[in-house]
């Protein structure tokens, strides 16, 4: 028996440990599965287009913000550095954007059973 079957034995391998990682989401999947089952077609699309609310919502502010400074900066009459400050500005937002995406959808993601 070779060293790596043996440190496998006490430490398993990577696929178990990928499967103990992510048991736990698997069963809340299912859990939260067995009732959309019940569900029709069109209450899976309500239930469908409040979550795409809540999300676009979440994030309404913030993206109207980032339009109205995009269209400041393609302004012909803005100032070459006044554009660069902006564009630095809008990376900014946009990265804050897409960390207020992650919160919203890790609020709607299952949480794993512990």
């Given at each position: 028996?070779?060293?790596?079957k043996i440190i ?11 499967m103990r990682e ?35 919502d979440f994030v ?55």
């Open positions: 028996m070779g060293v790596n496998g034995k006490f430490l398993g391998n990577k696929a178990d440990r990928d992510v048991t736990p989401y698997l069963e809340k999947i299912k859990k939260e599965y067995t009732p959309l089952l019940e569900l029709s077609n069109d209450q899976l699309r309500e239930r469908s287009a409040a979550l795409k609310q809540k999300v676009s309404a502010e913030d993206k109207a913000r980032l339009d109205e400074m995009k269209l400041r900066a393609e302004d012909p009459e803005v100032d070459v550095s006044e554009k660069e400050d902006l564009y630095k500005e809008i990376d900014t937002l946009d990265e804050q954007i897409d960390e207020k995406y992650e919160v919203v959808l890790d609020e709607i993601l299952p949480k794993p059973l512990r």
